[in-house]
């Protein structure tokens, strides 16, 4: 697999010279810019075949080609340098640009990388709320969804505990009990029919049972009455005087 090329992407990487700090001006920062050490340098620039033949910067007007020019200076802490593709010498397409800050050279960022970075750094942000707010969420088929903060824990923690009475079942697992019940009674049926016959049988069999009791119980008194008059009233004991 080849290596990537440092030229592929110079937003994330800056160069200096610090010999050249001390004496940089308008005058001298195209050629400290075009320093063979500096990777944002194109060696192939109309600036190169100005500087080889040891002419002037007024003759890129001329020439067709990529080329860098001073575009903003405030010395001694700022200088701004544009690169752009010359086609004549009233045509020309700005490609990028570079901003020399206390001698230090950075790449200024196009607006599609500002703007990829500055979604990037937002969709980042959200996907870490949203995950966050996950690990918060809790549930039980009994009770369904809530939140659960390590806020409320560490304020649990401080109150004193009170006993809770746990509820024996929850509205949800009443109606789904009940749900089921009606669905085996509706599989099932009972039968009453048997029940009513067999409750029948056993309250005719139990209906003669006092009519011999109370038999029983007048033959007994009737045995008792003649014993007592067979045998006559009590004697009477004499008196002692």
Known sequence: MAGVDIRDN???????????????????????FSERSNPFYDRTCNNEVVKMQRLTLEHLNQMVG????????????????????????????????????????????????????????????????????????????????????????????????????EEPSSIFQRQRVDALLLDLRQKFPPKFVQVMRILDQTKKEAEPVPETVKSEEKETTKNVQQTVSAKGPPEKRMRLQ
């Open 10 to 32: 110079l937003l994330g990487i800056s160069w200096v010279d610090s010999s050249w700090i001390p004496i940089l001006n308008s005058g001298s920062v195209l050629d400290y």
């Open 66 to 165: 990529i080329e860098y020019i001073l575009l903003h200076a405030q010395e001694p802490i700022l200088f701004i340098i544009r690169k752009q593709q010359r086609q004549s010498p009233a045509q020309v397409i700005p490609l990028a640009d570079y901003y020399i800050i206390a001698g230090v050279i950075y790449q200024a960022p196009d607006l599609g990388s500002v703007i990829n970075s500055r979604v990037l750094t937002a969709v980042h942000g959200i996907q870490s709320a949203f995950d966050e707010a996950m690990s918060y969420c809790r549930y039980h088929p009994s009770k369904g969804y809530w939140w659960h903060f390590k806020d409320h824990e560490e304020q649990d923690k401080v109150r004193p505990k009170a006993k809770r009475k």
